[in-house]
């Protein structure tokens, strides 16, 4: 009787998330509540037309490092100049991870060197990779960002127990690690 009440009272919460909850987790920056299964499940379907509510979905899954997640949004987002503009900075990012995941997993070393690029991440590394800005170490490629000399980046593949040959990109803060992004 007991787990029959905690699933109902986890269906009700579940169902209980609505547009309010996704402004408040915005103003919040508890983006990654905004870039979750739940919402994925829930909302997303739901309000797929709503512009408004996909592109803060996209850059909720952006800042969260969910890019994969962004390539539905990125063909939603079509009616506004402004929705274009957004659609185009998610597609260019995802665009880059892929080809830097294609060229350090397959040894390819000539890439676009033409691309836009955004302040994100993975734009960073994208642009010090065509541009040759790292010293390669056996499989591991070491970026030091341009703008900022105590910021360094470590970039190499991990074959996962998943199946899945992943892009692991590090950051480091007068060499301290700070955060570690996994990308397939």
């Known amino acids: 009787m007991r787990s029959l ?4 009272f986890s269906f009700i919460c579940l169902n209980a998330i609505g547009l309010e909850n996704i402004s408040n987790w915005y103003k ?3 983006f990654e509540k905004i870039c979750s299964d739940e919402v994925a499940s829930k909302l997303y379907y739901k309000y797929r037309k709503d512009e408004d509510f ?5 850059y909720a899954c952006l800042q969260t490092d969910m890019i994969n997640r962004l390539a539905d949004p990125i063909t939603k987002l079509r009616k506004t ?3 274009r503009a957004n659609a185009l900075y998610y597609a260019t990012i995802l665009y880059q991870k892929k080809l830097l995941h294609h060229a350090v997993i397959d ?11 955004t302040e994100y991440i993975l734009s960073k590394i994208y642009d010090m990779y065509v541009n040759n800005e790292y010293k390669k170490v056996g499989n591991v490629y070491f970026f ?3 703008d900022d000399k105590n910021i360094a980046y470590k970039m190499y593949i991990k074959n996962d127990k998943d ?3 992943k ?3 590090q950051t480091f803060e007068n060499e301290k690690k700070i955060k570690t992004r996994l990308y397939w």
């Open 5 to 8: 009440f905690l699933i109902l």
């Open 28 to 30: 919040n920056k508890e």
């Open 54 to 58: 996909v592109n803060v979905y996209a």
């Open 81 to 83: 100049k402004q929705a």
């Open 107 to 117: 040894s390819i070393n000539k890439l676009p060197n033409n691309l836009p690029t």
């Open 144 to 146: 030091t960002d341009k």
């Open 163 to 165: 199946g899945f040959t």
């Open 167 to 169: 892009l692991v990109i």
